[in-house]
């Protein structure tokens, strides 16, 4: 009896040694580790990266162009009609897409027989936050989107308390593109102008983008203006704008990295933060 009590309690143990190791290999790997995966949008790239599968990335459009390390992957054109034989060639295990309308590029990919994963382009904060779950998901990273998720929220949660110092909420024309493209109500940076204690100057066009006209964003006065393509003094220069209040203060942001608005990924907030702390620097100096 003694013996077989034994027996049974080294069996025990050995199978509780099993189960640990088992634990600590699953800990370790996942079903994500070894993918092969092609994205084709700026904002994908840098989440994959963030996730910490950049390694894995065998190809990325001609627009990815952070981090650094992304600059010396396979390029694969651009991210609405990309080279299909390229991406082919790099035997994906999986290719990362935001949806387009315009484009066919995903059933082709399909037919191909290659696994895709086709996000929303996110248009707020709770958008940008569902894109980086159904990458996170995709990659067996989940785990890892969420504290990516967290993060950025712990970081909003100080601009939002850095928001009050502003006292009064300014104006801002967001000039995205030449000439006068900017961004209306149905754009994530219109939530983050917001959080950062400011509107933007159209944020009652029911639009993602459009081209708005000279003498509107004259008429609208803006405090602000946030040029991604055009330095300030050649704003300052346009006919017409020597009447607008921005202007006339020397408040015209030209140097903030585009990307960092434009993506709808993490980096934004970091976007945010930096134009926060100009827009302070603006509105408190005397």
Not at 38 to 50: G, K, Q
Not at 98 to 119: A, D, H, I, Y
Not at 268 to 283: I, P, S, T
Request: with cysteine; hydrophobic share 40%.
């Amino acid at each position: 009896m003694k013996k077989f009590v034994g027996i049974a309690a080294l069996i025990f143990l050995i199978l509780l040694a099993i189960q640990s190791t088992r634990s600590v290999f699953q800990d370790e790997t996942s079903p994500g580790d070894g993918l092969r995966i092609v994205s084709l949008a700026p904002n994908l790239t840098e989440i994959l990266f963030e996730l910490g599968l950049g390694d894995q990335i065998v190809g990325v459009t001609n627009y990815c162009t952070y981090p650094p390390e992304a600059l010396e992957k396979e390029k694969v054109g651009g991210f609405i009609n990309p080279n299909l034989e390229k991406i082919v060639s790099l035997k994906p295990d999986l290719v990362v897409s935001e949806q387009w309308p315009s484009s066919r590029t995903v059933p082709r990919l399909r037919e191909f027989g290659l696994q895709v994963l086709e996000v929303i382009s996110p248009r707020s904060f709770e958008e940008i936050y569902q894109v980086i779950r159904g990458v996170g998901e995709a990659v067996d990273r989940s785990r890892d989107a969420e504290e990516l998720i967290d993060r950025m929220e712990q970081r909003l949660e100080g601009v939002q308390a850095r928001a009050s110092r502003l006292g009064r909420s300014p104006s801002v024309y967001v000039e995205i593109d030449l000439p006068s493209w900017t961004i209306g109500k149905q754009s994530f940076i219109t939530e983050a102008l917001l959080l950062c204690g400011a509107h933007n100057l159209f944020e009652d066009v029911d639009k993602r983008s459009f081209q708005a006209s000279k003498e509107m964003i004259v008429d609208r006065n803006p405090d602000v203006v946030v040029a991604y393509t055009v330095a300030a003094p050649a704003i300052s220069r346009r006919p017409g704008w020597d009447g607008i209040k921005a202007v006339q203060d020397g408040h015209i942001i030209d140097d903030l990295e585009r990307s960092l608005l434009s993506h709808g990924n993490h980096r934004l907030v970091e976007g945010m933060e930096q134009l926060q702390a100009r827009l302070l620097e603006m509105m408190e100096a005397p």
